[in-house]
């Protein structure tokens, strides 16, 4: 079960004329406006417009310098922000990394933004090698670009996939996933998995076998899985992670290659939808809905671990007990915890 908000905030900023209103008025109504007044109302899309059955709220933002407290009202209320440029307006597209990007951050505005060419119908195609090259720096240099794309409202081409990436990157972000600094995923996110992993290795071997990569398909997603699509499986992990795949199954690195290869297609929803069955929430954290702690119901109860568990977790201390002294040593202590959720 995925813990969504309400409603997403898409807070939509940029030079004046540079398409803003006009983006949001043929999203709202999926038609090229032929006028549209000077500011638009919040403008609410539906929940059934994306995947993700959430509704949007869409801000438009005045141009006017008089007005920019209000801009920036808007930005400190937003849960992303797209920023426009006008494809036929270099200018406009110089300010997204000179005025608009450099002052999200002096606003310390911690959300996913998306740089968005509007006017694409209008764009000069002698610029367009500059304009991508330039989209490749901004990125480089400002993190919290998700993605830049362009579109165009008299022709509605990608109007739906600018607001569809503005809501992805809140409802299936990036950041808790992987270290632009590292390029790598996150330490959290690798304990994460560690557990998982953990979960559907139920021999203990440290590897996942065909049949418990199919019960982890199962778990994770409500299908399985043919013999042939596991093959498959594990021939692409093994081109991309060699120690991915041994005689036994699929190891944990290769486990680890399989979420990088959905980071790698944009396939976030993928990987939080694993996450979020085994009850992460957005900070990689157990939700405390996951794990209730036992009460004890009357005075005369008590909680006590069942059998299994005993009979598990004796299996756990063999595996780790690899010097096989009947006793923990640090360093095998620190490998007992290091899938423990925090």
Not at 214 to 234: M, P
Not at 277 to 293: A, E, N, S, T, W
Request: a negative charge; aromatic letters at 10%; hydrophobic letters at 40%.
């Amino acid at each position: 079960m995925a813990y969504f908000p309400k409603v997403v905030r898409i807070v939509v900023v940029g030079d004046k004329s540079t398409g803003k209103s006009t983006l949001i008025s043929a999203m709202a109504s999926d038609s090229f406006p032929a006028t549209v007044p000077p500011l638009l109302p919040p403008t609410r899309l539906p929940s059934n417009s994306f995947n993700d059955s959430v509704p949007l709220l869409l801000i438009d933002t005045p141009s006017s310098v008089g007005q920019q407290g209000k801009v920036i009202e808007e930005l400190k209320r937003a849960d992303s922000v797209v920023v426009t440029y006008a494809c036929d307006d270099i200018v406009s597209f110089e300010r997204v990394s000179t005025h608009w990007l450099p002052q999200l951050q002096k606003l310390e505005v911690k959300v996913p933004v998306l740089v968005v060419g509007c006017k694409f119908d209008l764009r000069d195609e002698s610029r367009q090698v500059s304009l991508e090259s330039l989209t490749t720096s901004i990125m480089n240099q400002f993190k919290e670009v998700v993605t830049c794309i362009e579109c165009s409202a008299a022709t509605l081409y990608q109007v739906p996939e600018v607001f569809y990436f503005a809501q992805k990157a809140v409802l299936h972000p990036v950041d808790p996933l992987f270290d632009y600094d590292t390029n790598s995923l996150t330490d959290r996110c690798v304990r994460a998995l560690r557990r998982i992993f953990n979960l559907f290795d139920y021999n203990m071997d440290g590897t996942l076998t065909d049949q418990e990569v199919n019960e982890f398909q199962i778990s994770s997603f409500g299908a399985s899985l043919q013999r042939s699509d596991v093959t498959q499986i594990k021939t692409l992990v093994e081109q991309n992670v060699p120690e991915g795949v041994n005689s036994l199954g699929i190891t944990f690195p290769g486990f680890i290659g399989i979420h990088n290869m959905f980071l790698k297609k944009g396939r976030t929803e993928t990987f939080w939808a694993v996450l979020r069955k085994f009850g992460y929430g957005d900070d990689l954290k157990l939700r405390d809905d996951f794990l209730p702690v036992p009460s004890k119901q009357a005075s005369d109860q008590s909680v006590e671990l069942s059998g299994a568990t005993i009979e598990f977790l004796k299996g756990v201390f063999r595996l780790l007990d690899t010097d096989k002294d009947q006793l923990l040593r640090p360093a095998e202590v620190d490998k007992l915890f290091d899938a423990a959720p925090e």
